[in-house]
């Protein structure tokens, strides 16, 4: 399947890649409404890790046994057999954090206002993730490896 | 080829679901004490809080069992294995045949020896299963104006229970026999973080006793005494010291039972074709480098796909499994991993960070260059990256100082540790 | 003393309605423009040391930045204009050469723009370059007096003479020397990518050629400059061509200096210098005082290429370009590169740049016409530098007499550069002119590669075009083909000089 890769020695920490995200998984999807009106309930699904000139996004990696899905209680969390997305019910997660202790990346961030787990779903429906369509830098790729 | 899982919870789907994967068309036959469709169950107390309704407690879709065809005996008990002639005996005089048999049957709730318990008194509950929930709200409703609760023990399931009676308007007290809150797991810090998120809700704790006796009048529970003397009243208690493996249905049987069934690293027992994963299981600690039995949901799940896995025909080795606990407790988010409860001493070095104020807390304890145990408390984003460190026995020598910052994260981390985290395909753990 | 009487250049307006406070801009200026308030969390700008280089406007989400000359205007004064005034306050404070980057920004006439080219109409068919092949290939180098040829008895024939060696381009059009140095690894490999690509070349400068590079040298023209810097045997002959670097059109007569804190182990391992230490490039060669040592140091290239290569010599257009480029001809040069006072450069003093050396335009045909006249033009290709902004540019000093032209700043535009001038500080927002590290990797060298393929496509596209439009089907009919050309507000003496009629005539 195809995943989204980081190429650290290109990424520029511009953090459009969390924006664009934020984006994409509000209401509105409209950045001025989302990042004016719904920020507080937004979560980006990826984020820039920094330190010093290092620094480069992260979001799930869809692993083929993700350890999320093992540990998640209430069953949100499923992989879509047909396209292999490990997609994540925010209707079903009750905010025990289980998969959050379980990612071995990281990648799953807890929500502070939703009270639910945020996960990348490599946005389900369209072509190009929106933080791999919107990095200035191509430092984000979605290939198949 | 037929298999044969006993259970209905986390390792007997995590089995169903690896079976199906590899092999499409062998029967499986699920046979379960419990009448319901398969459920959360840790989410029961969130059914008891009102949190969740009915609809949201399944742990799969309604027509998982169709999908993926499984053959259901829900509400059939088994009550004996014959493990050479390969059947199963069920309360209900039923004989079952197996090719292969997993037994996920979980743990049972242990009821302390009180006085004043010798006989079943109204008001008195355990606390694992759905059929709880609907005891206790039938009690409830029954009795009316119960207002005054308690629960004895601060572990997990203690401290989910007192949060849903609490959700309820009741009136709480956790009565816990060590010195702290999830002993097992928990330092006196994040103990006391923990009684104070408790005690903002309305809750009283009590430690370092615990009930001496129980007594009740017709309608049933009235109160209790602790064993430091004082009396407390209530209308309901709930017991939640813990589990033991349910294992009694194999008395007789050639299979090794120490304190859960025994199992080896493709999850078999000592028996062929008789296999066993999750809370009854004693499976390989990867800390600890021995077998014992840790009873939580991440584990159930994997040790049940392994032995379904290897059910199927494939050869898949379990590595061992880490006590952990994620646990969110009258808002405060906690994480604990491993060895969490250590103090500093020659072989275990501990770090903390205590941000009282923003009631974040955060412990690591090292043994030998690595991570061997967490606590996390207020703040667990990122909690996971400490679990690979433990899993993959990574060397933390180097980076101990960024540890417990902010800022840590896997580019923290050794650059071919990190790629491989970021940039491998599909990463297997 | 503090800079208090110079005026802040340009302004960062914030619009408030738009801003979400992201802070990516915060994080994009290397020049600490914006910052975040700490006390409201809300995003600020404080334009004082804003150099217009738009990276904050280009990355800002919602467009909510705009970046304007600063409003405080000067005195009206027709003589005394703002860049004079500030010019002055920054000496005044600091005392020292002013330096600027890129090329020369004084309102000079640009005499591309007074010359057009011609159409075909009726009388000779134009050509439709989809329909019909069209060639822009071009071989830079010597060209033979005369060609005899062989007859082999049954009718085959084939060339007796030998060729001097060639450089073979695809397109008429090469990247200027550009050296890793003064701009930063990725946009030396996108570069050298680049021309890889697109059948021609890029040029070392004076910088060395990184061993990652060694790969793209059969694109590659390598400088052999007053600084010697990167020369050696295995440099001279893994490359296509050798170029001996007398000048630069930015700054004629004058040397460079690549300071001390850009010399990392990278560049000083591609360079052959110290790590930290300063690349001090003399104003002259100090072997070369004649068109005899030229021709010494050319020969002496030639010999240590045993003869394979080309070798081009790279000079200023200033006022006796002709004379020195016919001297350098007669030296033995393959190619004469010259390189006109709009061209670009990292850094050069200001006085310098805007005021000394000659237009690309008239210096190509003043040296076109001085070879032809000493029938000696077959012995040299021309190269034409200084600023070539499109095309019609191209074209028009092909038709003028280059056999190819060199593209500098169109290039580092294609690759961001907003042309702020600032290369010489090192703090390229756009990542090309620095070596921070921090900002080299905001250019991902697989886009700039991209970007500039597309560029260098994108013209060879409309000089195809325009070639068709002339009924001409080769480039190399229109090389030196003047009579294509007109000039429009020209006075008799630039026709003249040019040697192009007026519009009309």
Redesign the interface.
Known sequence: MKRIFAREELCIGCRLCEIHCMVQHSRSRRILTAMLHEKDILTPRVKVQESGQLTFALQCRHCERPRCMEACMTGAITRDPATGIIKHDEKRCVGCWMCVMNCHCGAIVPGRESHVASKCDLCAGSDTPACVANCPNEALIFEER | MNYTIVGNSSAAIGAVEAIRAIDPDGQIVLISSETEHTYSRPLISYRLAGKVDDDRMAYRPDDFYHTQKVQTMLGETVVGVDTEKKTLQLASERTLSYDKLLLATGGTPIVPPIKGLEKAMAGVFTFTSYGDVREIEAYLDKRGNVRDAIVLGGGMIGLKTAEALLARGMKVTIVELADRLLSASFDKTASQMMVEALERKGAAVTLQTTIADVFGGSSGIKGVHLSSGSEIYCQMLVLAIGVRPNVGYLKGSPVEVNRGIVVDERMQTNVADVYAAGDVAEAYDLLLEAKRPIPILPLAYRQGMIAGRNMAGHDETYRGGLAMNAIEVCGLPTVSLGESGREEDQEYEVMTFLDARAGVYKKVVIRGGRVVGLILVGEVDRAGIYTGLIERKVDVSSVKHMLLSDAFGLLSLDPQYRKHMVSGPGIEV | MRKWLVEQEFVAERDVD?C?N???CV??CANDVHLVDEETGCVLSDSQSCVGCHRCT??C??KALTIKSAPQEFRENANWTADRIQGIYKQAEGGGILLAGMGNDRPWPVLWDNMVLNASQVTNPSIDPLREPMELTTYLGRKPDRIELESDGNGGVSLKTQLAPQLKLAIPIMFSAMSYGSISYNASLALARAAQAMGTFANTGEGGLHKDFRQYAGNMIVQVASGRFGVDVDYLNIASAVEIKIGQGAKPGIGGHLPAEKVDAQISATRMIPEGSDALSPAPHHDIYSIEDLRQLIFALKEATRYTKPISVKISAVHNVAAIASGCVRAGADIVAIDGFRGGTGAAPLVIRDNVGIPIEVALAAVDTRLREEGIRNQASIVAAGSFRSSGDVIKAIALGADAVYIGTAALISMGCHLCQKCYTGKCNWGIATQD??LT????P??GTRRLTNLLRGWSLEIKEMLGGMGINAIESLRGNREHLRGVNLSDRELNILGIKAAGE
Do not use: A, G, M, Y
Not at chain 3, 441 to 444: H, P, S
């Open positions: 738009r979400i992201c802070s990516v994080r994009q280009t990355l989400p919602t590290s921090r990797k905001r250019l991902n697989e886009v």
